[in-house]
Every structure is written in C-alpha cells, then in structure tokens.
C-alpha cells in the first residue's frame, strides 16, 4: 500500500526510504526516462474464494501511527478537474488521512477511501463541495476495520463498489492483491485473490480500470517504477511489464477514450497509451500541496465527477 517538508531533495529522500510503507506509497525520487522494460511472462493467479491470503483479520493496531513519514502526516486533498490534467479548488479536507481513492457510487455521491492515520484501516467518507465527512472504517466478510489491509482502490462495477487493495501489509510473507464488493460502499464482501504478491518484492498500491474491449488493466507500484498487469474477468490478473516513469499510479480512461496513467515523481505526472504498452508523456499535474508541501502522492481520478484526489504532506 501506498496508494510517503521544508526542503524538497529531503522530503524525496524520506519517501524513497519509505517505498515500502503502503500509507504513501513509494514516491519515486528522480523522473527517469520514460522507456518501458522487456514484459515478462507474468504470473497467472487464479480466484482462490477461501485463500488465506485474503481471509479478513480483526485489526490489532492501536493508537495514532507515529512515523513521521507516514498517514498521520499526511492529508488527503480534493481539487477539480474537466480534462484530468488541469486542476483547481485543491482543498485539504481530512488529516492524518493516507492513500486516498474515490469513486461515484451509483446513488450520485462521490466515496472517497483512505487509510486512518489515527486509528489505522481503511475509512470511508463522503465528499461534498469542498469537504469530506467521515462514514467510519470499512467492513470486510463480517470484520469491522480489518487489519493489514491499505491501499485502497475504489471503482464502480455496474451499481456495486468493487475495491482492489493490499493485504497482509503487517505481514510481508503473505501480501496480496485482493479484491472485494460492495453493495453500499461500506460493507464489503471477498471475491477473491487478484495477485499473489510473494516473491514479487515490494509491490503496493493497485489501481484498476476497465478497458474498452471488455478487458482489464491493473497498475502497481514497484519501488520506483509500475508494475502492469492484465485480466479477462477483473479478477484474477497476469502481471507483465514494468515502467520506469515512476510508482503508486492511478490507471483512469482519459476524455478520448486513451489510457491515462498518473504516477509519483517529482510531482503527480501524467501518461496516455492508446494501447496500454507504448506511453506518452503529458504533463505534470500536481507539484506541491494547497498548504506549499512538495510531498504530493498517491492521485485518484474519480470517474463521473470532475472531482481528483490525492494526497499530501502536513
């Protein structure tokens, strides 16, 4: 997970060191070349419904989360957006709040999910104007708040919320993409395992979209890079090549119907792809926070809803 300020080159340094902290995932420090490695064969991961991998735990951490570099410091913001590249009205509206994603649910309100940096878990809260007001903790399989589980990746599959996200983050031997759905947005039930992130590395923050010919693409975040992967279903996904352009991206459909990728470095940076292999570079979305902070992560195009969030420093 993930979907971590006086000077810049410090706070860059701090969020490359924290690459594994999914409560701000791993901000890439330099903006390399955009060249896309050799894909790989991947690994086929099938839906495993009972998978322990998956199996919701009661939430055993307590008290605020004191890393300075991680969700207790930072903020989530909300801006607008008519093209997904120019932003205006960026308003902080929730502290000690992480790896913020949204989505339109399919009664009109606009659910924005993010990790507790006070009381840890995925929260769930309700954007309206300029603010955001907090439901409470997600529930997974009958668990309220359970634990291990960030990165949230919220996206509408008909008129249910279906959310892909890390489990086991407290536990590294036993990561995984998992994906669950919800008729409410807050109640969520397990589908499956989406990829099984053993031996894979540090990998954190899914994002999820569906393509025009019925398929699906998943980004991931690799360190400083991102991790593709592809599925026929939108359950279980084939993880193929890497791209060096940054890490914790955001995969959204752009105005035209292209691909737009945005990923971490040096700021929220924006790629499309008519193909979902070759990318263009667009442009640089985000480079500082509405309080000035140069920590800015973890972006969310919200579709439907002219709204884009992210996330940023205190």
Known sequence: MSRRESRRDDVLVACVAMLAVACGGSKAATAPSPVASTPGPGTPVGIVSASSLCTARPNTMTGPATDPNGPAFHQVVVARTTDGLTLTDATIVQSAASVPDGVRAADGRTLVYYVNGLQHGIWVGVVSGASLAPIGPITID?????????????????????????????????????????????????????VDLRGLGTVTDPSVVRLGDGTWLMALSAGQQTMIARSVDGLAFTTGERLTYGGVPEVAIAPDGAVRLYVCAQGIVAYRSSDTFTWTREQTVVTRGPNGSMLVCDPSLVSGTGTFVYKTGT
């Open 142 to 194: 009958g668990v309220r708040d359970p634990g291990g589980v960030v990165d949230p990746d919220a996206y509408r599959v008909g008129d249910r919320v279906r959310l892909a996200y890390l489990a086991g983050f407290t536990t590294a031997s036993e990561r995984a993409i998992c994906i669950a759905e919800s008729d409410d947005g807050v109640t969520f039930r397990t589908l499956g395992l989406a």
